[in-house]
């Protein structure tokens, strides 16, 4: 079993950079892959992108490739997404996922848990 809690959501301006972090809990945070997931309004839940269990693999989708970057700390039961040149388009529910399936998971079907979601909301 793994509890996963967002936070780090808000309101910033294009161009603006946020972190957002997830704490888990239970030990089999450690050994999952973990992503990041959004979802706008009207749209379905979207990958962002996901970190191996050791932090050395990384998988992002176009849109965010070069401007985000998961990192993870496994000793504080922790990931981050860090979001640098935000866009309007980057606005929505960020969620983090733990997935015990596979080490570089995109489908959200792969993933077990999930947290409770945050708030991004990036204004022209």
């Known amino acids: 079993q793994v509890q996963l809690v967002e936070s780090g959501g808000g309101l910033v301006q294009a161009g603006d950079s946020l972190t957002l972090s997830c704490v888990g809990s239970?030990?089999?945070?450690?050994?999952?892959?973990l992503g990041w997931f959004r979802q706008a309004p009207g749209k379905e839940r979207q990958f962002v992108g996901v970190?191996?269990?050791?932090?050395?693999?990384?998988y992002y989708v176009d849109a965010v490739k070069g401007r985000f970057t998961i990192s993870r700390n496994n000793a504080k039961n922790t990931v981050y997404l860090q979001m640098n040149n935000l866009k309007p388009e980057d606005s929505a529910v960020y969620y983090c996922?733990?997935?015990?399936?596979?080490?570089?998971?995109?489908?959200?079907?792969?993933?077990?848990?999930w947290g409770q979601g945050t708030q991004v909301t990036v204004s022209s």
């Open positions: 996922a733990a997935s015990s399936q596979a080490t570089i998971a995109i489908k959200r079907a792969e993933y077990d848990y």
């Open positions: 239970g030990r089999a945070f450690r050994n999952s892959g």
């Open positions: 970190i191996s269990e050791n932090g050395a693999t990384t």
